[in-house]
């Protein structure tokens, strides 16, 4: 069992930045890729990016692409989102999630995961 807990969210104005943190319980935070996704108010949910479970591969969807890093401190049990030039279109509640994956590229598809955290909100001002 993997509990997940979100932190950072807020809000912010276009062109700002946030991080995002996502801590997580028990010994085995390194075995779980870990994911990040949002839902905007009316939308469905979808496949911001993630990061192997040893950190050394990153996916990214094509709209935060050159804007958005995730990271993870093992050590920590801890993965990151960092957003920068935040734009309006990026509001919404932002969730991790962890999968149990050994694959070398994360996967993108929310069946594939586990885990999940019950969520952050970022708003984004004009």
């Known amino acids: 069992q993997v509990q997940l807990v979100e932190s950072g969210g807020g809000l912010v104005q276009a062109g700002g930045s946030l991080r995002l943190s996502c801590a997580a319980s028990?010994?085995?935070?390194?075995?779980?890729?870990m994911g990040w996704f949002r839902q905007a108010p009316g939308k469905e949910r979808e496949f911001v990016g993630a990061i192997a479970r040893s950190g050394g591969n990153t996916v990214y969807a094509d709209s935060v692409k050159g804007r958005f890093t995730i990271s993870r401190d093992n050590t920590k049990n801890t993965v990151y989102l960092q957003m920068n030039s935040l734009n309006v279109e990026d509001t919404a509640v932002y969730y991790c999630a962890a999968d149990y994956n050994s694959d070398w590229t994360p996967h993108r598809q929310e069946f594939e995961y586990d885990y999940w955290g019950r969520g952050t909100q970022v708003t984004v001002s004009s």
């Open positions: 028990g010994r085995t935070f390194n075995s779980y890729a």
